[in-house]
Protein backbone atom coordinates (compact mmCIF):
# COMPACT_ATOMS: atom_id res chain seq x y z
CA UNK A 1 0.00 0.00 0.00
CA UNK A 2 1.45 3.66 -0.86
CA UNK A 3 -0.39 6.92 -1.12
CA UNK A 4 -0.38 8.31 -5.08
CA UNK A 5 -1.91 11.76 -4.32
CA UNK A 6 -3.65 14.06 -1.74
CA UNK A 7 -6.43 16.44 -2.50
CA UNK A 8 -8.57 18.94 -1.03
CA UNK A 9 -10.98 21.41 -2.18
CA UNK A 10 -13.10 24.00 -0.32
CA UNK A 11 -16.15 25.50 -2.06
CA UNK A 12 -18.36 27.90 -1.30
CA UNK A 13 -22.07 26.79 -1.63
CA UNK A 14 -23.51 30.57 -2.43
CA UNK A 15 -21.32 31.40 -5.03
CA UNK A 16 -21.60 27.79 -6.46
CA UNK A 17 -25.74 28.00 -6.65
CA UNK A 18 -25.42 31.72 -8.40
CA UNK A 19 -22.65 29.87 -10.86
CA UNK A 20 -25.13 26.86 -11.38
CA UNK A 21 -27.90 29.24 -12.20
CA UNK A 22 -26.47 31.52 -14.60
CA UNK A 23 -28.18 31.66 -18.02
CA UNK A 24 -26.49 30.00 -20.51
CA UNK A 25 -24.01 28.53 -18.27
CA UNK A 26 -23.80 24.87 -18.70
CA UNK A 27 -20.44 23.45 -18.35
CA UNK A 28 -21.02 22.86 -14.33
CA UNK A 29 -24.74 20.90 -14.52
CA UNK A 30 -23.69 18.61 -17.52
CA UNK A 31 -20.09 18.31 -14.83
CA UNK A 32 -22.35 16.07 -13.09
CA UNK A 33 -24.16 12.63 -13.80
CA UNK A 34 -27.47 11.51 -13.78
CA UNK A 35 -27.35 10.01 -10.51
CA UNK A 36 -25.31 12.21 -8.87
CA UNK A 37 -28.14 14.85 -10.02
CA UNK A 38 -30.63 13.09 -8.64
CA UNK A 39 -28.93 12.24 -5.33
CA UNK A 40 -28.87 16.24 -4.77
CA UNK A 41 -32.31 16.88 -5.29
CA UNK A 42 -33.70 14.23 -3.42
CA UNK A 43 -31.53 14.89 0.00
CA UNK A 44 -32.72 18.15 0.96
CA UNK A 45 -34.86 21.06 0.18
CA UNK A 46 -30.67 22.84 -0.35
CA UNK A 47 -29.22 20.73 -3.14
CA UNK A 48 -27.05 23.30 -4.11
CA UNK A 49 -24.86 22.03 -0.80
CA UNK A 50 -24.75 18.56 -2.20
CA UNK A 51 -24.01 19.90 -5.46
CA UNK A 52 -21.24 22.17 -3.89
CA UNK A 53 -19.72 19.07 -2.26
CA UNK A 54 -19.48 17.00 -5.16
CA UNK A 55 -17.92 19.28 -6.77
CA UNK A 56 -15.46 20.06 -4.36
CA UNK A 57 -15.17 15.67 -4.40
CA UNK A 58 -14.19 15.90 -8.29
CA UNK A 59 -11.65 19.07 -7.63
CA UNK A 60 -9.63 16.92 -4.67
CA UNK A 61 -9.58 13.98 -7.07
CA UNK A 62 -8.43 15.52 -9.53
CA UNK A 63 -5.74 17.36 -7.49
CA UNK A 64 -4.84 14.16 -5.91
CA UNK A 65 -4.88 12.67 -9.74
CA UNK A 66 -2.37 15.71 -10.60
CA UNK A 67 -0.01 15.21 -7.94
CA UNK A 68 0.66 11.51 -8.47
CA UNK A 69 1.39 12.59 -11.85
CA UNK A 70 4.11 15.08 -10.75
CA UNK A 71 6.40 16.22 -13.55
CA UNK A 72 4.36 13.82 -16.48
CA UNK A 73 1.89 14.96 -18.70
CA UNK A 74 -1.46 15.14 -16.43
CA UNK A 75 -3.59 12.94 -19.24
CA UNK A 76 -7.16 14.32 -17.29
CA UNK A 77 -8.44 15.29 -21.06
CA UNK A 78 -10.72 18.47 -21.73
CA UNK A 79 -13.53 17.91 -19.32
CA UNK A 80 -12.79 15.43 -16.47
CA UNK A 81 -15.93 16.02 -14.48
CA UNK A 82 -17.98 13.71 -15.42
CA UNK A 83 -15.65 11.15 -15.19
CA UNK A 84 -15.54 11.70 -11.47
CA UNK A 85 -19.07 10.30 -9.96
CA UNK A 86 -19.57 10.85 -6.33
CA UNK A 87 -21.73 7.69 -5.47
CA UNK A 88 -23.55 6.71 -1.96
CA UNK A 89 -23.96 3.15 -0.73
CA UNK A 90 -27.04 2.08 1.04
CA UNK A 91 -26.37 4.10 4.65
CA UNK A 92 -25.26 7.40 2.56
CA UNK A 93 -21.29 7.21 2.90
CA UNK A 94 -19.99 8.69 -0.36
CA UNK A 95 -17.55 6.89 -2.60
CA UNK A 96 -15.81 7.78 -5.83
CA UNK A 97 -16.83 5.70 -9.42
CA UNK A 98 -14.45 6.53 -11.87
CA UNK A 99 -15.54 6.24 -16.21
CA UNK A 100 -14.39 6.32 -19.01
CA UNK A 101 -10.58 7.46 -19.64
CA UNK A 102 -10.78 7.98 -15.42
CA UNK A 103 -10.97 4.53 -15.37
CA UNK A 104 -8.39 3.26 -18.14
CA UNK A 105 -5.72 5.65 -16.34
CA UNK A 106 -6.35 4.47 -12.73
CA UNK A 107 -7.82 0.84 -13.19
CA UNK A 108 -6.27 -0.38 -9.74
CA UNK A 109 -6.50 2.71 -7.46
CA UNK A 110 -8.97 3.30 -4.16
CA UNK A 111 -9.85 6.52 -3.68
CA UNK A 112 -10.17 7.19 -0.03
CA UNK A 113 -13.09 10.22 -0.25
CA UNK A 114 -14.39 12.71 2.74
CA UNK A 115 -17.13 15.48 2.05
CA UNK A 116 -18.38 18.21 4.30
CA UNK A 117 -20.54 21.12 4.23
CA UNK A 118 -20.84 23.46 7.05
CA UNK A 119 -23.06 27.34 6.86
CA UNK A 120 -21.89 27.89 3.65
CA UNK A 121 -18.95 26.16 2.61
CA UNK A 122 -18.33 22.36 1.32
CA UNK A 123 -15.01 20.49 1.75
CA UNK A 124 -13.49 17.51 0.37
CA UNK A 125 -10.51 15.38 0.84
CA UNK A 126 -9.35 12.71 -1.54
CA UNK A 127 -6.61 10.04 -1.35
CA UNK A 128 -5.15 8.22 -4.05
CA UNK A 129 -3.62 4.38 -2.87
CA UNK A 130 -2.30 2.10 -4.64
Given at each position: ???????????????????????????V???????????????????A???????A?K???????????????P??????????????????R????????????????K?????????D??AA??????
Amino acid sequence: MSILGVGFDLVNVTQFAEQMEKIGTTMVRDSFTAGERRHASTKSAEPARHYAARWAAKEAVLKAWASSRFARPPQIGDNPYPLIEVVNDAWGRPSIKLHGMAAEFLPTVKIHLSLTHDGDMAAAVAILED
